[in-house]
């Protein structure tokens, strides 16, 4: 038996669902600014980034009034995904540290939270 892992049968997937292994942020905020541009809503970075963690459901309502919603929610959400696959996925990067700090576990240890560190 080979002692190498073959990429057809990995041994574990990681996934990013809260910003923890990679930093994208920044990414995302300026995926939702050009998603907002696209529709002729004005916003800045700084504003975007302040709302980064909602899923679009809760962010959209910040920026677009309230008669415009039901007829935006849908094609923003498509847009500011299909900017974040096509323009800023590649430029996404491991944090070089964990972001968080250790955590106490019901034993009243501490203990890191998971994180990965890529070279």
Request: proline share 8%.
């Amino acid at each position: 038996m080979s002692s190498q892992i073959s990429a057809a049968h990995p041994q574990a997937v990681l996934c990013d669902l809260d910003g923890m292994l990679l930093d994208s942020n920044t990414q995302h905020a300026q995926a939702w600014q050009r998603a907002f541009e696209h529709f002729g809503i004005s916003t800045t970075i700084k504003q975007v980034l302040q709302q980064i963690g909602k899923g679009g459901d809760n962010l959209i309502p910040v920026f677009v009034p309230e008669p415009d919603r039901a007829r935006l929610q849908k094609p923003l959400e498509e847009c500011r995904k299909e900017l974040f696959r096509r323009v800023y996925l590649s430029h996404m990067k491991a944090f070089s540290r964990c972001p968080r700090p250790p955590i106490e576990n019901e034993e009243g240890r501490y203990s890191r939270r998971p994180c990965v560190f890529f070279k």
